[in-house]
Each structure stands twice: as C-alpha cells, then as structure tokens.
C-alpha cells in the first residue's frame, strides 16, 4: 500500500495562492489530487503519470499545476488565482495500472489515499 501525506493546506483570499505537497512512499502509474467539498462528490483536479503527462479538470486548467521531484518522492499542486469555488479538502491519490488510465477524470484508477489536507478561500 502507497503512504500518502499531504500539507500546505491553509487559508486564504480570493486570488491568493497556495501549494500543497504529497510525501509519497512510493510512485505509482498514476498520481494526482482530487478533492471534495461537503455535500459533494470527490472530483478529480490534476493528474501526473510516470512519463511526466499531466491532465487537469477544466476548472482549474490554467491556474494550477502539478509536478512532482523524484529524488524527493513529492508530488506538488501549485494553486494560483484561487477562488471560493477551489473551498475543499484536497486529497493526494496513487495507482493505475496504464498510463492511459491516468487521464481519467474520476477516482476509477486511484487506490490509495492521504487523509487530506483542507483549503478554505474566503471571498
């Protein structure tokens, strides 16, 4: 089972920016970061495969960016132009088994999860 730990979750206003971070014990076909606001599904945010291809959700392309350091097992998500929309708790995920998995926008191909870390963007 992959460790998952996230940070860098805090509180911010609207058009402020903040970048999580994912320790992970391992790298798997597929890492990314969905996230869940109360009351509402988990959706997917970002997503990295092992060759360096990212996806992203629509809501949040061009103002967030996932990368992540090899040599440091970290995953990142630099969030930018934040609004009280982005209000959720963020969660770093890992698995697939193919790399055409990892562009899915759903949790079908995550199978570990970090416990979250929460973002609060008030107006």
């Known amino acids: 089972q992959v460790r998952l730990v996230e940070s860098g979750g805090g509180s911010v206003q609207a058009g402020g920016s903040l970048r999580l971070s994912c320790l992970a014990s391992e790298w798997t076909y597929c890492m990314g970061w969905f996230r869940q606001a109360p009351g509402k599904e988990r959706e997917a945010v970002a997503s990295i495969d092992s060759r360096g291809s990212t996806n992203y959700a629509d809501a949040v392309k061009g103002r967030y960016i996932i990368s992540k350091v090899n040599a440091k097992n970290t995953l990142y998500l630099q969030m930018d132009s934040l609004n009280p929309e982005d209000t959720a708790m963020y969660y770093c995920?890992?698995?697939?088994?193919?790399?055409?998995?990892?562009?899915?926008?759903?949790?079908?191909?995550?199978?570990?999860w970090g416990q979250g870390t929460q973002v609060t963007v008030s107006s």
């Open positions: 995920a890992a698995g697939g088994h193919y790399y055409s998995e990892c562009a899915l926008m759903t949790p079908d191909w995550a199978r570990d």
